[in-house]
């Protein structure tokens, strides 16, 4: 099942998390690359390690830090230097990368993102709070960024792909 889909040139076709129409992909993500008329250039492929999808006939392509998008145009340019004569490329994020939640919870870990996951959410896969677990803030870190902000926690709070949720410990 599709989280978010792309058709170059037209706009991207997303469902209702705001998230998905300006999301960047990164390490981890897989997602299905369907060039029209050309089945053995489509595939499901995930952005290794280096950041990039391999592709055949045009070998890597940039992936983290550009939307599905950005990635279908350039693989449509790629395809137009010799391999192809007019490629469409339609792009479907399949899964994003997973969310991190330490600290006190019952069972802490990676676990797999899901498209408007809030941090209620998260912590219900994670089975639930431990007894001493501050229930009032949780710290979040946010893929790409250094460190970890406090914020009040809220039925509505969301998460995104890649962030880390920390829940600490209530003092007496």
């Known amino acids: 099942m599709s989280q978010a889909a792309y058709v170059a040139p037209a706009a991207v076709s997303v469902g209702e998390d705001p998230l998905e129409a300006d999301y960047t992909?990164?390490?981890?993500?897989?997602?299905?690359?369907i060039v029209f008329d050309e089945p053995s250039l489509s595939g499901e492929f995930?952005?290794?390690?280096?950041?990039s999808l391999s592709m055949p006939l045009?070998?890597?392509?940039?992936?983290i830090g550009n939307t599905a998008g950005d990635i279908a145009q350039t693989i449509q340019a790629?395809?137009?230097?010799?391999?192809?004569?007019?490629?469409?490329?339609?792009?479907?994020?399949?899964?994003?990368?997973?969310f991190y939640i330490l600290g006190e919870v019952n069972k802490p870990g990676e676990y797999p993102y899901s498209s408007?996951?809030?941090?209620?959410?998260?912590?219900?896969?994670?089975?639930?709070?431990?007894y001493r677990a501050e229930k009032k803030s949780i710290y979040i870190k946010?893929?790409?960024?250094?460190?970890?902000?406090?914020?009040?926690?809220?039925?509505d709070l969301k998460i995104r792909p890649g962030d880390t949720i920390r829940v600490g410990e209530r003092y007496l």
Do not use: C, H
């Open 78 to 98: 790629k395809l137009r230097q010799g391999y192809v004569l007019e490629p469409r490329v339609s792009i479907d994020i399949l899964t994003f990368r997973p």
């Open 58 to 63: 045009i070998g890597d392509v940039r992936a």
């Open 116 to 130: 408007g996951l809030t941090v209620d959410g998260a912590v219900a896969t994670a089975q639930g709070y431990t």
């Open 142 to 155: 946010r893929a790409g960024e250094a460190r970890a902000v406090k914020m009040k926690l809220t039925p």
């Open 25 to 33: 992909l990164g390490v981890a993500d897989k997602v299905r690359v």
């Open 46 to 51: 995930v952005v290794n390690a280096n950041g």
